[in-house]
């Protein structure tokens, strides 16, 4: 990085058009405007430290404000800091610094490292293979949840061409890899080999906390619009103790893993135990008792480092120096004069603050905070716990049919799979009819069987979401989807893009709208699956955006999958490659006007023996979705959602399941 080096463009604009480009197929242009998207992010991020740091120390934030009239002179630092950080940060940016301020939105596409995932489509179609694996390796380590990117990334595995090496992490943290080794060199007793790496890996995380750090001081986030306007002193007091909370949560930041949820706990005194150890075992005792001291920082009543501190202080003899490193002395002290201010301000001010470290000494908390510490923390545990949707329920009694997976297991709301809902046996009679449908010879067994096996699983699903209100079936189907013989390799696309059942989803919006041609009176959802003999077709559910998958089902006989038909469920089916996916579709309705008329007719009709149309109200769907569009070369990956939002919102709502089919099928029969 040079001072001066030319104007910086906004990350935000140049992603826009990047984006544009890429939707417009113009792969050039979008490989070339991501990529400086993503250069502009960096150096902003770059520039934003640089300028944090000069200014800390030209603005004589150094040491401690003078004492004589300290308003004055304090605010004479901030307005000198203030200019310096502006002047600073236009020269490097070579612009207006508040035109790098990009929208939440996409500074969390940034953070999640979303146009990578456009950059390597862009990539992959100017035949860049190595740039464009790089691209989708340094996005799928940030995001291992997204299943198609893990198909494409198996799909680069494949691809002749691919080195090993492209597989890199652009963004990598370089003190996981050094942390990571160290403590498998450590596991395996390579004490010395441990300790570089530790050594290396805790300098890493200590400069990666400055720079997070420095990241703190950025505009204030609002959310406070309702509030009156706070003056002077309380703003600047809320907006320092946000900006001191940024620093805490710092912490948390450095020690959570690219793509992980939970942080490694206690990261930086980790470091130290494993560090004195080391040292102990190569025979260093100096370094050993430096570390353990530094520890003692954390932890100053640890039992055992004491005692290890006292035989060190034996071996090494009274002229020892064995004090703590000073930059974890710093560290710490540091750590602590912002949780006093911060506890005080919840104190007094009002707030909430949670804390990230264990090691914050009791005293510190202040007395009437505790007790609700204390129950923060027994919520969490409890929350932690999962309290299962069954219990609220009350027993589920449906004889050999188990619960395989609940909401919480399933990672969303109103959702459960059950396993042994059908048999082997029935499973092989109703996909016997699915097969027969075709020549319109259908048997009158098997038919039952189909009306059996839905009523059953209405019951199932009644009294697990519903017990004690009757669910009435609105549309029932057994659709099968059939992949195309030949090459599948490239196939990247859905056998049933992502939609919700009873409204229209707006990924874009993050909305689901209950309007027409929606089902907007279909209340629950089930699919009970007759096979497993077919490669792809695994269910999944996303968020409301139809990007981010929350969890996925493979299909198997007798496994039935229910949910709730509305926003919080949004799913698809990714693409059959091989062989024959056979299901019964059934939709249920708590209103008893939307309860579907045929089927009651076709219960009636059965009870008559009336062999003729005891079918009608099933749907033998055949080769629907896009199954058979795999074509001889690999496809290109598509970013899932957003390149088809436009289509999907098309067809989310005519897709499920819906009455043309059910009246053309009508007459297969
Ligand atoms: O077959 C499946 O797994 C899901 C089908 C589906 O979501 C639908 O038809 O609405
Ligand atoms: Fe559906």
Redesign the pocket.
């Known amino acids: 990085f040079s001072p001066g080096s030319g104007r910086l463009l906004p990350y935000d604009l140049l992603y826009a058009d990047g984006v544009r480009a890429y939707f417009a197929r113009d792969w050039p242009r979008a490989a070339e405007l991501l990529q400086r998207a993503l250069h502009s992010y960096s150096q902003l991020l770059v520039a934003r430290r640089g300028c944090q740091g000069r200014c800390r120390e030209e603005a004589g934030f150094a040491g401690p404000p003078a004492a004589p009239s300290w308003e004055t002179r304090f605010f004479d630092r901030i307005l000198q800091r203030a200019e310096c950080l502006g002047e600073c940060l236009g020269r490097r940016l070579g612009s207006e610094p508040s035109l790098h301020r990009a929208s939440r939105e996409i500074q969390e596409d940034f953070e999640q490292r979303e146009p990578y995932n456009y950059l390597q489509v862009a990539l992959f179609q100017l035949k860049k293979l190595d740039e464009a694996v790089s691209a989708a390796h340094t996005f799928f380590v940030a995001n291992p949840q997204h299943l198609q990117m893990r198909e494409d990334m198996e799909k680069y595995q494949r691809m002749a061409g691919v080195k090993l090496e492209s597989f890199r992490d652009l963004q990598a943290t370089l003190y996981w890899e050094a942390y990571e080794t160290g403590v498998q060199q450590y596991n395996v007793e390579d004490y010395l080999q441990a300790a570089v790496k530790l050594e290396e890996s805790l300098e890493e995380v200590l400069l990666a906390l400055e720079d997070c750090r420095a990241l703190c001081e950025g505009p204030q986030e609002d959310g406070t619009e309702e509030e009156m306007q706070p003056g002077l002193y309380e703003a600047i007091a809320a907006h320092y103790i946000q900006v001191l909370k940024c620093r805490q949560h710092c912490v948390l930041e450095v020690a959570t893993k690219p793509a992980r949820v939970s942080a490694t706990d206690d990261f930086i005194p980790s470091h130290l135990v494993l560090l004195q150890f080391a040292y102990d075992q190569v025979g260093n005792q100096a370094l050993a008792a430096e570390c353990a001291a530094s520890y003692l920082l954390f932890y100053p009543s640890d039992e055992l480092m004491l005692e290890k501190m006292k035989k060190y202080q034996a071996e090494l003899g009274e002229g020892a120096s064995m004090t703590a490193r000073e930059n974890i002395q710093r560290y710490v002290q540091r750590s602590l004069m912002e949780k006093k201010l911060i506890y005080y301000a919840v104190e007094h001010l009002g707030g909430t603050f949670n804390d990230p470290d264990p090691w914050t000494p009791d005293e510190l908390i202040p007395g009437s905070l505790k007790q609700k510490h204390r129950e923060n923390r027994e919520k969490q545990r409890l929350e932690n716990l999962d309290v299962g949707e069954q219990e609220q329920r009350g027993p589920f009694t449906f004889e050999g049919i188990t619960v395989a997976m609940d909401s919480h297991q399933l990672n969303g709301s109103q959702r459960v799979v059950f396993d042994r809902v059908l048999t082997d046996s029935e499973c092989k009679d109703i996909l016997r009819l699915a097969k027969l449908a075709q020549d319109g010879t259908v048997n009158w067994r098997d038919a039952t069987l189909l009306l059996h096996a839905s009523e059953k699983s209405r019951k199932i699903v009644e009294s697990y979401f519903t017990p004690g209100k009757r669910l009435h079936f609105s549309f029932t189907h057994l659709?099968c989807?059939t992949a195309v013989e030949g090459e599948q390799d490239g196939r990247m696309d859905l056998s049933?893009p992502v939609?919700a059942?009873n409204c229209l989803l707006d990924p874009e919006g993050k909305e689901c709208w209950r309007e027409p041609p929606a089902y907007m009176y279909r209340d629950f959802?089930g699919?009970l699956?007759l096979n497993d003999d077919f490669h792809g077709?695994d269910?999944f559910f996303t968020e409301v955006d139809a990007v981010t998958v929350t969890a996925q089902?493979r299909?198997k006989c007798g496994k039935l999958?229910a949910f709730s038909s509305g926003r919080e469920n949004p799913?698809?089916?990714w693409a059959v490659t091989h062989g024959r996916?056979c299901?019964i579709?059934l939709w249920y309705t708590l209103s008893p006007e939307h309860a579907e008329q045929e089927r009651m007719e076709a219960e009636d009709l059965m009870r008559q023996g009336d062999m003729e149309q005891e079918l009608s109200h099933t749907d033998v769907k055949e080769h629907m979705g896009t199954d058979h569009s795999g074509g001889a070369s690999p496809e290109p990956p598509v970013p899932k959602g957003r390149a088809r939002s436009t289509s999907q919102r098309r067809m989310s709502g005519s897709?499920?399941?819906q009455q043309p089919q059910k009246l053309r099928a009508r007459d297969e029969f």
Request: proline letters at 5%; glycine letters at 14%; a neutral charge.
């Open positions: 659709v989807r049933h939609h059942d959802s699919i699956y077709g269910l089902v299909p999958v799913h698809g089916i996916r299901a579709a897709e499920s399941g």
